[in-house]
C-alpha cells in the first residue's frame, strides 16, 4: 500500500527464486494474475485504478511495475540521475567558438533543462498539470560517461510520473543513456528513463525531446490521460511531413523509392533503373533522405558523401557501438582503393593455384604510401606491418575450411554439402514433378523441357530405381536458377570480362542423408547473333569430361554466390527488413509493448542498410564491381523480389514446406517432419524458431489475452497495414498477407520478423568468409565460358593441353577476388559489443516480473540450443556436420566471442 505524504514506488512482488527474479513458478502465478486483472479491467471500461490505503492494485502494482504516485498534502523531492556517454571525438566531440560556451552553460548548471510530467489531468480543470521544471549540473566525469544530477520538488497531488522533457542548452547533441528519479536518496525502486538517443541542441531544433518511462507500458487505450498528448506529439514527429532534405539531428521516418543507386550526373554509364513504385521493378522502400533530383535524371536522388538516417539509427559515434560500420567504412575507403593501385590491371588473373595461395602466405604489399594509413590497426586481422613499419602487407587469414581440408572444394560431396550446410542453404529444393520445365516464355527464351532426361538420371544414380519411384520416395533435389538467370545471360555477357549461364542443378538423395550431384545443365537463351546454346554435364571418370565437370561447377557456385548475396542475404533481410523499421517507429510509441519488444530486434539496421546504398550495392559499388550479375544486380534483385518474395513464406516453417524440405507432423519435434534428416540448417533453425516463438507468445499473451485486444490496438493496427501499403506497397494487394486479428496472428508475424533479423541472416552473413575466403570454393563471377561452348579446334585442343587454365581463367581477377575476400572478412566479424539473441534483457523488461520471467526462459533455452548444437556436431551419424575435414556446422550457434568465429546469432541486422 502506498503511505500518504509522500512520493512512494508501489511494487507487488510474487514468489520466486531469489536469484532469478519473475522465473520459475512466479511466471505461472504472474500469468494467471495478469490474465485476471486484464477481465477486471475490461469490466471496469478500461478506467485505471488508484492505488490508495485500502484500495484494490493498480494495474502497475499487479505487474510488478514500480509506479511514483504524489497523493499527499505536501511536497516531495525528487533527484533526477541523468548518465551522457561522450563520443569518440572527447566530451561532446566539438572545438569551435561554442565550446566555451557550452563549458561555462556546465559550470553554471545549465546543460540540460528537465521537466517532470503527471500521468494525470488536473481533477479540476481536466487539462494536462503544469510541469515541474529543474536544470541539471555535472555531477561526475567518467571515461566514457559523464553524469548530471537535477533536483525537483514535486507539488502535492501531482500524481504518477509519466515522462520526462529534455531540452539540451549545448550547442552540440548529447547522447543520453538514461535517467534514473529516485526519492530522498532512496534508490531501492527507482524509475527509470531509459533513453539510448541522441538529444539535439537546441539551437538546431527548439523542439523538445520527450521520453517516456520505462517501468511501464501502455497499449493505446491505457495511455494514462496525461499523457495522450505528448504520444499523439512524439510520433508526428517522427512521421515528419514528406518535404525536405533531412539534417543529421532529425528522427523523421519515412518511405522513398531506391532511386539513390545510380549516379547520372557523373556519367550516363552510372545511370540506374528505379527500384519500387513500379511494374517493372517492383521494390521494398527504403528511408527518405529528401536529397535534391539529379540534374540529368529528375528520378534520381542525387548521391553524397553520407546518407541520412534517423539519428538514433546511427549510433556510429558512440564508443560501445564504432566497430562494425567503422571498419567496413575503411575497408571500402580506404584498404579496397589501395588494392586497385597495386594491382593496376583489373582483368589480369592468376596464372597457377600457387598464386591464390600465396594470398594466404605471403600477402599482397600496398602502395607505400599507404604504410600509415589507420586501417592497419582497424582491420588487424588482414593488414599487417612489413619489417620497419615501411608498408603495409595486405595478408589473409586461411579460412576454416581450407584450414580443415585444403582440397575440400574440389570434391563434388562438398558441393553437395554446402547446400545444406553452407553459406547459402535456403535454395535447394525437393524436385516434385519430372520432366523440368520452364515456365519462362518459349518464344523469346526457347523451348521450356530441360535436357536432363529420366535415362540420364537413371544412369547416373546407377539404376537402382526409376525417375518415378525417385519422386516419390523424395529423393530428388535441385538448386534451380534457371528461369531467374535466363534473361540476364545476354546482357550480362554485353560486360566487359564477364559471362553468365542460367543453370539446374540436379542431385540425388543418399541412405546416409547426404546429397550427390548427378547432372548440371547449363543454357545460353537465343539472341539475334546466335541460337541457343544448352548443355549438360555428369560427373564422369575420363579426363575431359570430368574438367567440363568442374567447370560447370564453377559456373553454378557463382550462381549460388550471386543468388546468396542479392537475395537471400541482402534482399530478405536487410532490405525487406527496413519497411519493419521504419514503420513501428511511425506507429508505435515509444511506450508501445510492441515497440519495446521489437526494438532490439530492430537496432542498427537502418545504418548498415545506408552504408550498402552508399558503397556496396550502388552503382560501380563492390557488388557490381565482384558479382556476375554486374550492373544488373539490383535489377536481377528486383525480379526476385517479384517471383520469389512472401511474407508469409518467410517464416522458418513455411519456408521449408514450400521447398518441399519439410512436412506437416504433429507427432514430430517442432510439427514438422523433415524431408532431409541431416539438414543442419533446418534442424538448428528450427530449434531457434521454437524458441523465439515461445517467448514472443509469452510476451504477447502478457498484453493482448483476447482478440479483442488486438483489434482495438489502433497503433498495432496501423503499423501493421502501412508494412504492406507502404514499406511493401509494390505486393500490397497480394492475397497471402497475413492477416491481423487475432494474439496467434501477432505472434506468427513478429516471429517471423524477428528470426529473419536473427537467425536467417546470421546463417547467411557470418559464415561468409568461412566459406567464400578461399573464392575459389564460390567464386563471385565467372569471366569465361564453357569451353565446348561454340569452341573451334583449337580452343578445345588449348583446353585439353591444359584444363587447369581454363578454371583459372573462368575464376575472378586479382583484384576481385581480393576486394570480395577483404569485404566478406569484414562482414563476417562480430562487434566486441555484440547484442545477442537472448542474452541481456531490455530495461523495459526487467521492470515487469511477468516478461522478465518470460525472457528468462527464453535465455535458458538458448543456452540449452548451444549444447544441441555442439552435440550434434560431434555425432558421427550426422554426416553433414561432422566427418574428416568438414566445418562443423555452428552459424546457428546463439553466442560468440569478437571477431570472425563462423557463430553467433545476434539480435539485429548490425553488419
Known amino acids: 500500500m502506498l503511505k500518504q505524504s509522500v512520493l512512494q514506488p508501489s511494487l507487488l512482488f510474487f514468489p520466486r527464486h531469489p536469484s532469478l527474479p519473475g522465473a520459475g513458478a512466479s511466471g505461472v502465478v504472474a500469468f494467471s494474475q495478469q490474465r485476471q486483472w486484464r477481465r477486471q479491467r475490461r469490466q471496469n471500461n478500461g478506467n485505471k485504478v488508484r492505488c490508495a490505503a485500502g484500495a484494490n492494485e493498480s494495474a502497475s502494482s499487479l505487474s510488478g511495475q514500480p509506479t511514483f504516485v504524489v497523493e499527499s498534502r505536501r511536497p516531495a523531492t525528487v533527484k533526477a540521475a541523468i548518465t551522457v556517454l561522450l563520443t569518440v571525438g572527447g566530451e561532446f566531440a566539438h572545438i569551435d567558438p561554442t565550446r566555451g560556451l557550452d563549458d561555462i552553460n556546465d559550470l553554471l548548471g545549465r546543460t540540460l533543462h528537465l521537466e517532470l510530467v503527471s500521468s494525470d489531468l488536473d481533477r479540476e480543470t481536466g487539462s494536462e498539470k503544469k510541469t515541474v521544471a529543474a536544470f541539471a549540473h555535472k555531477a561526475k566525469k567518467g571515461i566514457d560517461r559523464v553524469t548530471y544530477e537535477a533536483t525537483f520538488s514535486v507539488p502535492a497531488n501531482f500524481g504518477e510520473i509519466g515522462a520526462v522533457v529534455v531540452r539540451n542548452e549545448h550547442h552540440k547533441e548529447l547522447f543520453l543513456k538514461d535517467i534514473v528519479l529516485t526519492i530522498d536518496g532512496d534508490d531501492s525502486a527507482p524509475l527509470l528513463f531509459d533513453c539510448k538517443s541522441w538529444s539535439h541542441s537546441k539551437f538546431d531544433d527548439s523542439q523538445d525531446r520527450v521520453f517516456f518511462t520505462s517501468n511501464k507500458s501502455y497499449l493505446p487505450s491505457e495511455t494514462p490521460a496525461g499523457l495522450v498528448r505528448l504520444r499523439q506529439r512524439e510520433l508526428e514527429i517522427l512521421r515528419g511531413d514528406g518535404t525536405g532534405e533531412r539534417k543529421k539531428f532529425e528522427r523523421i521516418y519515412d518511405y522513398d523509392v531506391y532511386n539513390d543507386l545510380g549516379n547520372p550526373d ?217 528461369d531467374l538467370l535466363l534473361p540476364f545471360v545476354h546482357k550480362v555477357r554485353e560486360l566487359e570480362d564477364s559471362t553468365l549461364y542460367a543453370s539446374r542443378t540436379l542431385f540425388f538423395l543418399t541412405p546416409e542423408s547426404t546429397l550427390r550431384p548427378i547432372a548440371i545443365e547449363l543454357t545460353r537463351p537465343a539472341s539475334p547473333k546466335q541460337p541457343q546454346w544448352r548443355q549438360v554435364f555428369e560427373p564422369s571418370w575420363n579426363a575431359t569430361d570430368a574438367w567440363l565437370w568442374r567447370l560447370a561447377k564453377a559456373h553454378v557456385a557463382a550462381h549460388d554466390s550471386g543468388y546468396h548475396q542479392l537475395v ?121 524458431w521454437s524458441a523465439i516463438e515461445q517467448w514472443v507468445a509469452d510476451y504477447v499473451d502478457h498484453y493482448y489475452p483476447s482478440p479483442a485486444d488486438v483489434a482495438a490496438d489502433s497503433e498495432l493496427q496501423s503499423w501493421w497495414t502501412e508494412v504492406r501499403t507502404k514499406g511493401h506497397g509494390d505486393k500490397q494487394h497480394e492475397p497471402w498477407w497475413p492477416s491481423l486479428k487475432t494474439p496467434a496472428d501477432l505472434v506468427r508475424i513478429l516471429t517471423t520478423i524477428i528470426w529473419v533479423a536473427s537467425g536467417h541472416h546470421a546463417a547467411v552473413n557470418f559464415g561468409q568468409y568461412h566459406f567464400a575466403g578461399y573464392f575459389p570454393n564460390r567464386p563471385s563471377v565467372t569471366r569465361a565460358n564453357m569451353p565446348v561452348e561454340d569452341a573451334t579446334e583449337d580452343d578445345l585442343a588449348a583446353f585439353r593441353a591444359k584444363p587447369e587454365a581454363a578454371l583459372l581463367r573462368c575464376f575472378p581477377s586479382k583484384i576481385q577476388a581480393a576486394q570480395v575476400m577483404a569485404i566478406l572478412d569484414v562482414l563476417s566479424a562480430h562487434a566486441p559489443d555484440e547484442e545477442y539473441l537472448g542474452k541481456d534483457a531490455e530495461a523495459s523488461w526487467t521492470k515487469n516480473p511477468v516478461v522478465y520471467a518470460a525472457f528468462e526462459r527464453f535465455n535458458g533455452r538458448l543456452r540449452e540450443i548451444e549444447g544441441i548444437i555442439d552435440a550434434r556436431n560431434v555425432d558421427p551419424s550426422l554426416k553433414n556436420r561432422c566427418g574428416a575435414g568438414i566445418v562443423p556446422y555452428q552459424l546457428l550457434k546463439p553466442y560468440s566471442e569478437p571477431g570472425v568465429t563462423g557463430m553467433g546469432v545476434p539480435n539485429s541486422i548490425s553488419i
Open 266 to 482: 557523373s556519367k550516363p554509364g552510372l545511370a540506374r533503373p528505379v527500384l519500387g513504385g513500379s511494374d517493372e521493378f517492383p521494390y521494398p522502400r527504403r528511408c527518405r533522405t529528401g536529397r535534391p533530383r539529379a540534374r540529368s535524371d529528375p528520378k534520381s536522388e542525387q548521391r553524397s558523401a553520407t546518407v541520412y538516417v534517423p539519428r538514433d539509427e546511427n549510433f556510429s559515434e558512440v564508443k560501445q557501438v564504432t566497430f562494425g560500420a567503422k571498419t567496413v567504412r575503411s575497408v571500402i575507403h580506404g584498404l579496397l582503393p589501395s588494392v586497385s593501385t597495386a594491382l593496376v590491371d583489373s582483368r589480369m588473373g592468376f596464372p597457377y593455384f600457387t598464386a591464390i595461395d600465396a594470398l594466404f602466405n605471403e600477402g599482397l604489399p600496398l602502395p607505400p604510401k599507404d604504410s600509415t594509413h589507420p586501417f592497419r590497426t582497424i582491420v588487424p586481422r588482414l593488414v599487417k606491418a612489413i619489417v620497419g613499419g615501411a608498408q603495409n602487407i595486405l595478408q589473409f587469414e586461411l579460412p576454416e575450411m581450407i584450414d580443415r581440408d585444403k582440397f575440400s572444394w574440389f570434391r563434388d560431396e562438398e558441393f553437395s554439402r554446402q547446400t545444406l550446410a553452407g553459406l547459402n542453404p535456403l535454395s535447394i529444393q525437393l524436385v516434385t514433378e519430372f520432366p523440368l520445365v520452364s515456365k519462362l516464355d518459349p518464344s523469346i527464351y526457347g523451348p521450356p523441357e530441360s535436357l536432363i532426361t529420366a535415362e540420364l538420371i537413371e544412369k547416373e544414380i546407377k539404376g537402382i530405381m526409376t525417375v518415378d519411384e525417385a519422386l516419390e520416395q523424395k529423393k530428388l533435389f535441385i538448386l534451380d536458377y534457371h
Open 568 to 688: 537471400s542475404h541482402w534482399l530478405r533481410t536487410h532490405c525487406c527488413v527496413e519497411p519493419y523499421i521504419i514503420a513501428a517507429n511511425r506507429q508505435l510509441s515509444q511506450m508501445h509493448p510492441i515497440y519495446r519488444l521489437m526494438h532490439p530486434y530492430f537496432r542498427y539496421t537502418m545504418e548498415i542498410n545506408a552504408l550498402a546504398r552508399l558503397s556496396l550495392i550502388n552503382c560501380d559499388g563492390i557488388i557490381e564491381k565482384t558479382f556476375s550479375p554486374g550492373k544488373y544486380s539490383l535489377a536481377l534483385c528486383s525480379a526476385a523480389y517479384y517471383k520469389l518474395w512472401r511474407f508469409d513464406m518467410e517464416a522458418l516453417p513455411a519456408d521449408l514446406i514450400r521447398r518441399g524440405m519439410a512436412v506437416e507432423d504433429p507427432e514430430a519435434e517442432h510439427g514438422l517432419r523433415l524431408t532431409i534428416d541431416d539438414y543442419p540448417y533446418a534442424q538448428d533453425g528450427l530449434l531457434i
